[in-house]
Nanobody, 124 residues
Framework: QVQLVESGGRLVQAGGSLRLSCATS????????MGWFRQAPEKEREFVAA???????YYSDSVKGRFTASRDTAKNTLYLQMNSLTPEDTAVYYC??????????????????WGQGTQVTVSS
């Protein structure tokens, strides 16, 4: 059974930093492309970042240069380091996994497994 559990979300002031974690189980983690998505109230879920099983990373234009996705295969954990946060980053953040050997994608419909989300709130 695959499980993805996000943590690390909280209230932070604008300009601050957070690191989100996504602990996984039931995956062959080293072979899964992983993604981060977010959803703000009354908005559609949007792509934030993705990382291939090879380590290659991809970012949305809105977070490029501020956010960094990484993975620790020894811990089966995905991370999202978020710097220079703004109120526009306020959302529920989700991690997601594609099936083994599939490439990372910005399309959320291509991901097979999802976590329950963690709330990030950035105050001005």
């Amino acid at each position: 059974q695959v499980q993805l559990v996000e943590s690390g979300g909280r209230l932070v002031q604008a300009g601050g930093s957070l690191r989100l974690s996504c602990a996984t189980s039931g995956l062959t983690f080293s072979r899964n492309a992983m993604g981060w998505f977010r959803q703000a109230p009354e908005k559609e879920r949007e792509f934030v970042a993705a990382i291939n099983w090879s380590g290659g990373t991809y970012y949305s234009d809105s977070v490029k240069g501020r956010f960094t996705a990484s993975r620790d295969t020894a811990k089966n954990t995905l991370y999202l380091q978020m710097n220079s946060l703004t109120p526009e980053d306020t959302a529920v953040y989700y991690c997601a996994a594609r099936s083994s050997d599939a490439h990372a994608s910005s399309n959320p419909t291509l991901y097979d497994y999802w976590g329950q989300g963690t709330q990030v709130t950035v105050s001005s």
